[in-house]
Nanobody, 118 residues
Framework: QVQLVESGGGLVQPGESLRLSCAASETNAQFDIMGWYRQAPGKERALVADIRSGGFTNYADSVKGRFTISRDNGKNTWYLQMNSLKDDDTAVYYC????????????WGQGTHVIVSS
């Protein structure tokens, strides 16, 4: 069973930056989608950004121009660089990966807290 381990959350002030990392326990696992979701208090979990085979990226409108998703295939690790953070970015951030092996498998990290507050 693949495990995803996140790191990099914390408490920052508005306008500051954070970088989240997600590492898969199987370095040779071939995922076709890797990404980040977030869940703010009282809200449903929603996509923040993902990166797909071929390097195609997709972002929620609310983070376009501020967040950047990237990956290191050799380490099977992906990142979310978050700049110009706002109060509304406060949430639990979950990394996510998916692969197809006859059926589609989906994996989730345990979540890391990002709190943006002055």
């Amino acid at each position: 069973q693949v495990q995803l381990v996140e790191s990099g959350g914390g408490l920052v002030q508005p306008g500051e930056s954070l970088r989240l990392s997600c590492a898969a326990s199987e370095t040779n696992a071939q995922f076709d989608i890797m990404g980040w979701y977030r869940q703010a208090p009282g809200k449903e979990r929603a996509l923040v950004a993902d990166i797909r085979s071929g390097g195609f990226t997709n972002y929620a409108d609310s983070v376009k121009g501020r967040f950047t998703i990237s990956r290191d295939n050799g380490k099977n690790t992906w990142y979310l660089q978050m700049n110009s953070l706002k109060d509304d970015d406060t949430a639990v951030y979950y990394c996510y990966a998916s692969r197809f092996q006859g059926v589609r498998y989906r994996y989730w990290g345990q979540g890391t807290h990002v709190i943006v507050s002055s």
